[in-house]
């Protein structure tokens, strides 16, 4: 059974500060991977998909890695601003078509 | 990628009562999936509901208790019944994006039962 879990549960930085984000996963065997973003309450946005054969992939200020030999992937965040606070969460699939398992999150707070 | 509009945003209701969630899709999908997060807790698939047939239930979760309906390729609803306190939490759908290969989802239906 696939487990994902994230460090640090929880995460306080001044702006302006790069981060990273740390998720890992137990199966090794998945199909691909996703990072979310969701604010107190709401629904999730999704940030970046890294599909099982990529290693990377970029948008803006975020950057995400995937390691699926060691089960690892980070979200890095350069220059983080106040409007980056929220929970982000990873995610990864073993099929296509299959549900997603989520880890338990990072909460992000950016201190202006 | 796909929309999905999701309904009620938010809701406080008493117990012993029952919800319908609905969730529409602007384009048409296999499977949809419904999802809770209970308070401070990540996500937890409750059942894949696909058009046509029974939805398929995660275990801990039951039939009777999150009646689930899918009557086209665009369309479900996800009630949860007889409500208790312990029921409060953010219920979510989603769909898989056959563009993408990622996931959508609903904006979430913050339950509140007291």
């Known amino acids: 059974k696939q487990e994902v879990t994230q460090i640090p549960a929880a995460l306080s930085v001044p702006e302006g500060e790069n981060l990273v984000l740390n998720c890992s996963f137990t199966?090794?065997?998945?199909?691909?991977l996703q990072w979310f973003r969701q604010d107190p309450g709401k629904g999730l946005t999704s940030l970046l998909l890294?599909?099982?054969?990529?290693r990377e992939q970029t948008s803006g200020r975020l950057n995400a890695s995937l390691d699926k030999s060691s089960g690892r992937s980070t979200l890095y965040i350069a220059a983080s601003q106040p409007g980056d606070s929220a929970t982000y969460l990873c995610?990864?699939?073993?099929?296509?078509?299959?549900?997603?398992?989520f880890g338990g999150g990072t909460r992000l707070m950016v201190k202006p | 990628s796909a929309v999905i509009s999701q309904k009620p945003s938010r809701d406080i209701c008493q117990r012993g009562t029952s919800l319908t969630i609905q969730c529409q899709v602007d384009?048409?999908?296999?499977?949809m999936f419904w999802y809770r997060q209970q308070p401070g807790q990540s996500l937890t698939l409750i059942a894949t509901?696909?058009?046509?047939?029974?939805?398929?239930?995660e275990s801990g979760f039951v039939i009777d208790k999150f009646p689930i309906s899918r009557p086209n390729l665009t369309f479900s609803t996800l009630t949860v019944s007889n409500m208790s306190p312990e029921d409060s939490s953010i219920y979510l759908c989603?769909?898989?994006?056959?563009?993408?290969?990622?996931?959508?989802f609903g904006s979430g239906t913050r339950l509140t039962v007291v």
């Open positions: 989603s769909v898989e994006d056959r563009q993408t290969y990622g996931y959508t």
């Open positions: 199966d090794s065997a998945i199909y691909n």
């Open positions: 890294i599909q099982s054969s990529q």
């Open positions: 995610a990864v699939t073993n099929n296509a078509g299959n549900m997603l398992t």
């Open positions: 384009s048409q999908v296999t499977m």
């Open positions: 509901a696909n058009q046509g047939s029974e939805a398929t239930y």
